[in-house]
């Protein structure tokens, strides 16, 4: 069962979901945090439609693309795209409530349903079978920050439909995912954490949950301020990217999930990352690191963005097993 944390939560903001399943209220300050993400969104968007750098930018990958093309690269690198993973990891923690030994969470990150058609099939495919406790969505649901809802929730609505978890589904949004998408996403049944924590309850253990707003273009100090405040106990992140990994550890997080960076997307061989997408932490571009105390995830992702190819990399969804170790 997801709860609301018990203590002093006065600045953590939970939505109430009313039995019956009527929906979300939407409390004051998620209505706040709303109009100000919405307004950043706008920023953004038109900043980003003003920049050489960005036209630059596109330019290359539009080359990059041409060049795949000409030179026969290109299927493969769909293809690859196309070629979602499971990964299984087993993570050992001396401060793990008992009645979480064995606990299994979901890990789905960055599907991008709107850059690759056949992606979804993918990922459905790949999550047939898997009966998780919980499932976690670390953002980065459709690549166009501006996709209309009509266009980003029907796919949201079929994975959730294919999502085994006994707990539930838990979400945070990544720097593509507009604000609208959080009241809609709730309708389905997922919890989305917008710098707020819960907690799940189990023969009369707890671990904590605290999701905050994407921290790659949209970062706020709510975002840290939900980390610091959050209740004691054993704690897990979920973080769109791994840019703010140091302020988890610090406030004592046993674990930290997030995507982001799809493990680098086009990699060298061997699977070293022509580009990071991190503004810092650079070092936690995938799969499993250390920070202080802290162990972190970064998932692969299920998609891609940008262009719809990957090399020497693949898409993933994880199954992470919590095991308690004797101290
Ligand atoms: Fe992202």
């Not at 109009?35 to 036209?55: D, K, Q």
């Not at 299927?75 to 008992?98: C, K, M, Y």
């Not at 799809?262 to 990352?273: A, E, Y």
């Not at 202080?292 to 994880?318: D, H, K, Q, W």
Request: charged share 20%.
């Amino acid at each position: 069962m997801l709860n609301r944390p018990d203590g002093n939560f006065d600045s953590i903001d939970v939505i109430d979901m009313p039995a019956g399943g009527a929906g979300p209220t939407l409390s004051p300050r998620r209505r706040q945090w709303m109009i100000s993400r919405a307004a950043g969104e706008a920023r953004f968007l038109r900043c980003r439609r003003n920049s050489p750098w960005f036209l630059l930018d596109r330019l290359q990958l539009d080359l990059f693309g041409w060049f795949l093309k000409v030179f026969g690269f290109y299927g493969a690198g769909v293809r690859n795209a196309l070629d979602i993973q499971s990964t299984e990891i087993e993570l050992s923690f001396a401060g793990l409530p008992r009645a979480f030994d064995g606990y299994r969470i979901l890990h789905v990150s960055d599907p991008h349903f709107d850059t690759l058609a056949g992606i979804e099939a993918a990922l459905l495919r790949r999550l047939d079978n898997i009966d998780a406790d919980l499932c976690v969505l670390t953002g980065d649901y459709m690549h166009r920050l501006d996709c209309p809802l009509d266009e980003s929730i029907p796919p949201m609505r079929r994975m959730t439909a294919a999502i085994s978890a006994h707990d539930g589904i838990v979400a945070t949004l990544g720097n593509h995912d507009n604000a609208g998408m959080a009241a809609p996403l709730e309708d389905l049944g997922i919890r989305v954490l917008v710098n707020e924590s819960l907690a799940i309850e189990r023969g009369g253990d707890r671990i904590v949950l605290t999701g905050t707003d994407d921290v790659h273009w949209f970062r706020t100090d709510e975002a840290e301020k939900a980390l610091a405040e959050a209740p004691g106990g054993f704690k897990i992140a979920l973080v769109h990217s791994p840019e703010i990994a140091h302020v988890a550890a610090r406030a004592g997080y046993a674990l930290y999930l997030g995507g982001h960076t799809h493990g680098g997307q086009i990699c060298l061989p061997g699977g070293r990352p022509l580009i990071s997408k991190l503004a810092n932490n650079r070092a936690f571009v995938s799969g499993l690191w250390r920070c202080g105390g802290m162990i972190g995830f970064t998932n692969s992702g299920a998609g891609v963005s940008y262009l719809p190819v990957r090399f020497n990399s693949r898409g993933e969804v994880a199954l992470i097993v919590l095991k308690r170790r004797a101290s």
